[in-house]
């Protein structure tokens, strides 16, 4: 796409879109810099219900999506037709005002993480329009702006999939730290089965004597760095499987305990504090374990989980008060299953008593 006069036959009217996209870009602009500071807020006094505001972000996304398809039609395909663009642009800069004034309204009262999930997708939206608007700017080729309004969509699809409510957008990183712990035990594991990339002896081109003479420099694991590597691994384990409790019995929507939108919130805060604990335990096996700095913090893990486990509600939801209701009538089962937080102070002393051992 270009906008000049041998595309144009109005020099008047590739003036109007010039300035029509950088007006788009400067409220892009706007936008991103409002999101990007921690305290802006849209302007509204009052608090606006999540379902509301929720399906008020989801349409302008999907109008965001369409106007940068209408876009690409009439100036990013050849030969451009900027009659087109003028009404597109305007009504696209009006929808990018709605994305981040919607994304602004949503508070700490609906949740942190759902207000920081809500606000990074509008802020990937806008990051991918800027660079396909300076394309048209600049005149760049189809190629280019199809790849850009493909970027687009992209964003748009991804923030569509905006969380229901504050315990699903917590469910979310909670589980990303899932993965960063499973990384972890798998570092740990190979520090106890450490593999050597094979090499073909029928070809010698003297690395061979190179990683042989370095191997020789290596420290050798001994048998009490074993010990000690084998006893984190064993409370990393049982970190995971401690986390999952909390998963099922607090964070999903059978949820057996009664919980609000600040205390998901909390939960989440309190368990990323152990995060980077674990990754100073990882480093700490590091051979020579030393192990006077191993149990002083697996000691600040240990306060770290007592912390979170203390956050977590014991309030047992309406629904499970029914069923342990149903359940004491019952004579016939004398021994009851435990209850989900009762699972999870089991799990915890686990934990607690595999970090004694070290």
Same mark, same amino acid.
């Given at each position: 796409?270009? =906008? ?16 029509? =996209? ?66 597109? *642009? ?20 609906? %949740? ?20 396909? /608007? ?27 999939? =905006? ?28 520090? /106890?089965?450490?593999?050597?990339? %094979? #090499? &073909?002896?029928?070809?010698?081109? %003297?690395?061979?004597?190179? /990683? &042989? ?7 050798? $694991? ?9 006893? +984190?691994?064993? +409370? *990393?384990? @049982? $970190? +995971? ?8 019995? !607090? ?20 368990? @990323? ?8 335990? !990882? ?10 700095? *191993? ?13 979170? #486990? ?8 309406? !629904? ?5 209701? *149903? ?20 799990? =915890?002393?686990?934990? $607690? ?6």
């Amino acid at each position: 796409m270009s =906008l000049n006069l041998n595309h144009h036959p109005s020099m008047a009217e590739d003036s109007k879109v010039r300035d029509a =996209l950088q007006s788009t870009l400067n409220e892009i602009g706007k936008g991103l810099d409002a999101l990007q500071k921690d305290a802006a807020r849209s302007g509204l006094t009052e608090t606006i219900p999540l379902e509301i505001l929720r399906k008020d972000f989801i349409s302008v996304v999907s109008l965001i999506y369409n106007y940068s398809t209408r876009l690409w039609i009439a100036i990013g395909k050849q030969p451009p037709t900027p009659s087109a663009a003028l009404p597109t *642009l305007k009504d696209l800069s009006q929808h990018v005002s709605t994305l981040y004034g919607c994304a602004l309204a949503f508070r700490d009262v609906h %949740g942190k993480s759902f207000m920081s999930e809500a606000r990074r997708s509008a802020v990937d939206i806008l990051v991918a329009l800027q660079p396909l /608007l300076q394309e048209y700017m600049a005149g760049k080729s189809s190629d280019n702006t199809m790849r850009k309004t493909a970027a687009i969509h992209e964003s748009c699809d991804k923030a569509r999939n =905006l969380s229901l409510d504050a315990r699903e957008a917590v469910c979310k990183e909670w589980k990303v730290d899932n993965e960063t712990l499973k990384d972890a035990m798998k570092e740990v594991n190979e520090m /106890l089965n450490p593999e050597r990339p %094979g #090499h &073909d002896e029928e070809i010698s081109d %003297g690395w061979d004597e190179l /990683l &042989d003479g370095e191997a020789a420099h290596e420290v050798e $694991l001994t048998e009490k760095d074993r010990a000690a590597i084998k006893k +984190v691994t064993v +409370v *990393l384990e @049982r $970190l +995971v499987s401690y986390r999952k409790q909390i998963q099922k019995t !607090v964070l999903s929507p059978a949820a057996q305990v009664e919980i609000d939108v600040t205390t998901y919130d909390q939960i989440l805060e309190l368990s @990323r504090e152990f995060i980077p604990i674990v990754d100073d335990i !990882v480093g700490c096996l590091d051979l020579p374990v030393e192990l006077d700095e *191993l149990k002083q913090l697996v000691e600040a893990l240990g306060r770290s989980l007592r912390k979170l #486990h203390n956050a977590i509600p014991r309030a047992p939801t309406n !629904v499970s008060v029914q069923m342990d209701r *149903l359940d004491l009538s019952d004579h016939s089962k004398p021994d009851q299953p435990l209850s989900g937080i009762d699972v999870l102070q089991s799990k =915890l002393d686990d934990i $607690l008593a595999s970090m004694q051992a070290i």
